[in-house]
């Protein structure tokens, strides 16, 4: 088994992908802000590489991460 997992993908890109926020702006602002956790734990990288199973939490959403295994 490889650790160069190709499919991940960055916080913010996630918030914007899931309608979370609008903008990567907005994401950049709550995450520096410390609105968003990652796994139950407080997450201020916007560029946090996310993996598969990965749990993002912001307010009452909480959203893992999948991705499509074609």
């Not at 734990?41 to 993002?56: A, I, K, P």
Request: aromatic share 4%.
């Amino acid at each position: 088994m490889s650790n160069d997992d190709p499919q991940m993908i960055r916080l913010d890109q996630f918030l914007k992908a899931h309608a979370v926020v609008g903008t990567g702006g907005q994401a950049k602002l709550l995450i520096q802000d410390g609105q968003v956790l990652v796994n139950g734990e407080v997450e201020t990288r916007r560029r946090r590489q996310l993996h598969e199973g990965d749990v993002v939490q912001y307010e009452d959403q909480q959203l893992t991460v999948e991705f499509d295994s074609h």
